[in-house]
């Protein structure tokens, strides 16, 4: 699959699965909401954090800016449908007063109508994606 | 939610998401068919691998045992029905020789009716989860 598809498939997605890793180099996992300008993702925190656990993340990428994302698709009788697009880039959170914070969220809210109806009060994460790469079972690894 | 809930709602589903970093921080993310023994996952790489990025899990694993794996659901139309559960735990290759090697197959051809007619031919890797969080929107955060 080249770059074009991968991130044609990324972009279709509703859901995709955030990683990061603090410096000790343990792994966290989140499924996140997105929305592609480019090559850079944003997400949105939904609530503004209320435990440690839920700014791991962010912590995460004070510490450590690399992360990866993936989008995949699996059906149980028909593993020839199989395909995943993983996007690996350095990620960063955008500050309250920075006009790229207010493009995001718009680009969010435009793409997700639940958005629209109660926005994200939380942070904003951009991911500046380098690397699309994707696979796919009938077009072989 | 609580740990057993977590564990449930993980063990029902079909594929999961495996989070592995290497010493330098960068993590990687893979999509993964996987079976539960208590608390132990067993994961098996399909094919014999080709080329390094196949790898690539197996070799974070060597350097970085930490790892966290992450399983989702997503509707569009009702986010009251989201929920996620994340596993967060060490994991190590199994050795061709290793009884543990046999039992996690056994488990993984099981589970998938796929596997019954094309049993993975590479690397067994085990995680032994040390942590099952979870929420579900409609129970709160």
Chains 1, 2 share one sequence.
């Not at 972009?11 to 300008?37: E, K, N």
């Not at 699996?74 to 990620?91: C, I, K, N």
């Not at 109806?117 to 380098?130: K, T």
């Amino acid at each position: 699959m080249d770059r074009a598809e991968a991130r044609g498939r990324f972009a279709a997605a509703r859901v995709a699965r955030l990683a990061t890793a603090d410096f000790s180099g343990q792994p966290h996992l989140v499924a996140i909401c997105f929305a592609l300008d480019g090559d850079t993702l944003y997400t949105a925190v939904d609530q503004k954090p209320k435990t440690t656990m839920s700014l791991r993340r962010l912590k995460n990428l004070t510490m450590n800016s690399r992360c990866s994302m993936l989008v995949d698709h699996y059906e149980d009788d028909d593993w020839e449908r199989l395909w995943w697009v993983r996007a690996d880039g350095a990620g960063r959170e955008l500050r309250a007063d920075e006009p790229e914070r207010e493009r995001a969220l718009e680009l969010l809210l435009e793409r997700y109508e639940r958005y629209r109806r109660d926005a994200p009060a939380g942070p904003v994460i951009a991911v500046d994606v380098e690397r699309w790469v994707g696979w796919a079972a009938a077009g072989g690894p």
